[in-house]
């Protein structure tokens, strides 16, 4: 991925872009104070000041401006200048009265059984098994890794399987860590993440972002989310103009830069959209329901990867998402069928409190269910690291 004097910036511009950036006429700020460099518990550590560079499609060089601006408010261009959006809830607050208290994903009798069974079961396999996966999830990276989230329709538990790839991450890396919405749909992520309210959408950071910014500033656009980490919205939850291919492209080109790890919750394919980021992305998760025009579907995408010019279905991975508890469809036959392109399924059993919708609680998940998110993002990492 970077070439030998260090420059990623230029194979990244190679990588991801075909075409001039849009969003052009965003100025560049004055010469950035040293950078710092967010820690765990919203400590900072100075960093060497460092000449950015603008973010050009062809790797070539601009000199800064000498105009300076607070980050925090959007930059106007020639024309008219950009509104500052309102701030609005990501649910009606007459409806977050209506959501009830969050089950747990396991019932009490279950969880006691497996609490018994865990004082039976060999105590050095599970420590083993739970260090090799967090080995996975901690591997360092030279460069951002985007990791793209999609399936073959709505309603399968795409945003879920984000929100639950983009907290686990979080957990366990000490680098910042992105989920970014890239769904042109009312999609339901920021609620999942627990966001109560959302500004800033990815449409209005495309058009603010420059090279100088430092992550200091870009944070100030993102919402954060309760267990750590950033979000980063497609929209504020009205019907508008949908995401397009060229904001995406800005974005995730601006934003690897400030982040270790950003995960895309994709629109369902073949949106243009969903198949530029899965064709893009370092490694790929495939969402696929429980049932069997789910896993038809589903291994059709596969074939659809495995066609591509690059190795895209060797660093692409299955969820295999249950959203009832009375399944019909028979797991191990679905497991084997998806498995024949060479992909790698981790099944994401049934879990009460995800299926009840809402802000997602990572102590209310069943055990199972945690377990099964920690194997899929750790998966995920391999092969995201594994991509040069």
């Known amino acids: 991925m970077t070439t030998g004097d260090g420059d990623w910036q230029r194979d990244l511009v190679r990588e991801l872009t075909d075409g001039p950036l849009s969003g052009g006429g965003a100025p560049q700020s004055a010469d950035p104070e040293p950078q710092t460099e967010a820690r765990p518990g919203g400590q900072s550590e100075a960093r060497p000041e460092v000449r950015p560079e603008v973010w050009s499609e062809r790797g070539s060089k601009a ?18 200048p950009a509104p500052v959006p309102e701030t609005l809830p990501t649910i009606d607050p007459r409806l977050a009265m209506a959501l009830g208290r969050p089950r747990h994903g396991d019932s009490t009798a279950r969880r006691a059984g497996a609490g018994l069974r865990r004082l039976t079961a060999s105590a050095g396999r599970e420590v083993a098994e739970q260090t090799r996966y967090a080995e996975e999830l901690q591997q360092p990276v030279t460069t951002g890794r985007v990791v793209a989230v999609t399936s073959i329709r709505g309603g399968v538990g795409k945003s879920t399987v984000s929100a639950l790839l983009g907290r686990t991450l979080n957990h366990y890396r000490q680098d910042p860590v992105l989920t970014l919405e890239a769904d042109a749909a009312l999609g339901t992520l920021p609620v999942r993440m627990g966001a109560e309210s959302v500004r800033w959408s990815a449409g209005d950071l495309a058009r603010i972002l420059t090279p ?35 904001t995406y492209r800005t974005v995730t080109l601006a934003l690897r830069r400030y982040f270790a790890v950003t995960v895309v919750d994709c629109e369902t394919l073949p949106g243009e959209v969903a198949r530029t980021a899965m064709d893009t992305a370092h490694a790929r998760v495939v969402v696929a ?58 099944a994401l059993p049934y879990d009460r409190h995800l299926a009840q919708g809402g802000p997602i609680h990572t102590a209310k998940l069943a055990r199972d269910t945690r377990d099964a998110a920690v194997r899929l993002a750790a998966e995920v990492m391999r092969r995201a690291v594994r991509v040069r």
């Open 63 to 80: 000199s800064d401006s000498p105009q300076t601006r607070d980050p925090r408010i959007p930059a106007p261009t020639p024309s008219s």
């Open 212 to 246: 100088a910014m430092q992550l200091t500033d870009v944070t100030g656009y993102l919402v954060p989310v309760a267990d750590g980490g950033w979000l980063l919205p497609a929209g504020q939850g009205r019907v508008g103009a949908p995401l397009d291919v060229a």
């Open 289 to 346: 329901p429980m049932t069997a025009e789910g896993v038809h579907g589903t291994r059709q995408v596969l074939d659809w990867l495995a066609s591509l010019p690059h190795s895209a279905l060797a660093s692409t991975v299955v969820a295999l998402s249950a959203a009832t508890p009375d399944a019909t469809l028979d797991a191990e036959a679905a497991v084997a069928h998806l498995r024949e392109p060479g992909v790698t399924v981790v």
